[in-house]
């Protein structure tokens, strides 16, 4: 079945901590993208990819990192340097970058103790 | 600047009543992408629909209908005869052709209750 599949669903860690946040996508799709969602918000966009090799930053890209060395995969890394990382983190990939639908996976909530 | 407002936060009905829920948008392009989004309590944001600036149509599906309207920037979705399973948060959001970045409001909340 093609899809955005994103793992893990849960994600625990301590304080001070980096976390990577894995996205992979088996629909040949140009672009991906990284949202963040908290509580009672929209959407909100931390970095997103139109092609391989390269990745901008979005609204809210301090404290986070990305790669894009493969066309299906676009992990996200939560650094420590991220004061309030607890969130729900949704993955979305377009056919090309721009104004195409973005189609999203099933998110990664990550929690920090 | 662009920007997308879902004034209702929450909204609850009753099984088969039925239910609109508003979207009024901001942009300075003439050429831009309207989307509603539904995301059921496990998460994941499922298309409904998009619709570009140039097509005033209004479009039914089923149960769902959407009312773009330009004058007002408006892009309002309605579900008729709603079912316990609308129950979802739904995101309506902007992206333009000079940005293309998707901008989203802050969701409604609809609550459909048997």
């Known amino acids: 079945d093609g899809g955005i599949t994103q793992s893990p669903k849960y994600l625990f860690r301590k304080e001070g901590q980096n976390v990577t946040l894995s996205c992979e996508q088996n629909?040949?799709?140009?672009?991906m993208y990284w949202y963040r969602q908290d509580p009672g918000q929209g959407l909100r966009l931390i970095y997103y990819?139109?092609?391989?090799?390269?990745?901008q930053k979005g609204d809210i890209a301090e404290g986070y990192s990305v790669s894009r060395e493969k066309k299906e995969s676009f992990p996200l890394t939560v650094t420590s340097a991220q004061k309030n990382p607890t969130a729900f983190y949704l993955c979305?990939?377009?056919?090309?970058?721009?104004?195409?639908?973005?189609?999203f996976g099933p998110g990664t909530r990550l929690t920090v103790l | 600047a662009q920007k997308v407002t879902q004034a209702q936060t929450e909204i609850s009905v009753v099984e088969k009543e039925d239910v609109t829920l508003d979207c009024v948008y901001e942009t300075r392009d003439t050429t831009y992408y309207l989307f509603w989004y539904k995301q059921p309590p496990s998460g994941e944001l499922v298309f409904l629909i998009r619709?570009?600036?140039?097509?005033?149509q209004n479009e039914i599906s089923g149960r769902y209908s959407w009312n773009f309207q330009k004058s007002t920037s408006s892009f309002n979705f309605t579900i008729t005869a709603s079912q316990v399973v609308d129950s979802a948060v739904y995101f309506c959001?902007?992206?333009?052709?000079?940005?293309?970045?998707?901008?989203f409001g802050k969701g409604t909340k609809l609550s459909v209750k048997p």
């Open positions: 990819s139109q092609i391989v090799n390269d990745f």
């Open positions: 979305a990939s377009s056919i090309r970058p721009g104004t195409d639908t973005q189609y």
């Open positions: 629909l040949n799709h140009d672009a």
């Open positions: 959001a902007l992206s333009e052709w000079s940005q293309g970045n998707l901008i």
């Open positions: 619709r570009n600036s140039f097509d005033e």
